[in-house]
Nanobody, 115 residues
Framework: QVQLVESGGGLVQPGGSLTLSCAASGSIFSGNAMSWYRQAPGKQRDLVATISSDHSTSYSDSVKGRFTISRDNAKNTIYLQMSSLKPEDTGVYYC?????????WGQGTRVTVSS
């Protein structure tokens, strides 16, 4: 059974920074791509960033240049470093991985960007 546990959310002012963490269980971690999604209030869940097993990364246009995804295979953890935060970055952030054919999600961590 795969378990994902996010942490690090909170309230931050516009222009501020925050780092989210997602701890994964199981030996599948190092061989799996991992992703961060976010769901703004009243909106669908959207892909924010992905990191593959070889550490290649991709980002949505809305966060490119401001967010950085990384992974530490020794700790079975991925991170999302967020800077220059905007009010529109507000939402619940989820990490996800797929062990074909099942997609596993964490419970989410809430980020609020507000003055």
């Amino acid at each position: 059974q795969v378990q994902l546990v996010e942490s690090g959310g909170g309230l931050v002012q516009p222009g501020g920074s925050l780092t989210l963490s997602c701890a994964a269980s199981g030996s599948i971690f190092s061989g799996n791509a991992m992703s961060w999604y976010r769901q703004a209030p009243g909106k669908q869940r959207d892909l924010v960033a992905t990191i593959s097993s070889d550490h290649s990364t991709s980002y949505s246009d809305s966060v490119k240049g401001r967010f950085t995804i990384s992974r530490d295979n020794a700790k079975n953890t991925i991170y999302l470093q967020m800077s220059s935060l905007k009010p529109e970055d507000t939402g619940v952030y989820y990490c996800k991985t797929t062990v074909w054919p099942i997609a596993y999600w964490g419970q989410g961590t809430r980020v609020t960007v507000s003055s």
